[in-house]
DNA sequence: ACCTTGACCTTGG
DNA sequence: CCCAAGGCCAAGG
């Protein structure tokens, strides 16, 4: 695990935007094509690490449904940005709100400050 | 070197 | 989608 990955996919869960979602496969999947490294289970791995400086409550399994550890709260805050929930309420429903990054989001073109 | 753990994915029923 | 079994990748003891 190198630096450049926990950025990388910080970078892109960072880049999701609100009412959408990603796939910790999905994500995995970006960086990986990115620096041709690593997997869903270290985009996990890391989001665990994470903390609140990201959305983490974007990211959820293939099956659209995030960490019971704070499903509670990640519910909450998906249905405060209007994110196409299942009719359960309790998964994200990935046919909707399904979101892929661009391709410059990584090694893109950055707005820098001046 | 071997086994276990982890915010997982895919295949098959 | 759910359940069950196998695969994948990396870190820790």
Redesign the pocket.
Known sequence: ??DAYLDAVLEVVAAIPPGHAM???GI?DVVGAHLG?????????I??H??GGVP??R?V???????P??LSE?LRRLAAEACPL?G?GS?V??RRAAWDPPDDVLGGPEPDNG
């Open positions: 695990m190198d796939t910790y496969g995995a490294q690593g997997g869903p289970r270290q985009v996990g791995q989001m665990s994470a903390g983490w409550w990211v399994s293939s099956a659209g449904s995030p960490p550890r704070y990640a299942t359960d998964r429903d990935l």
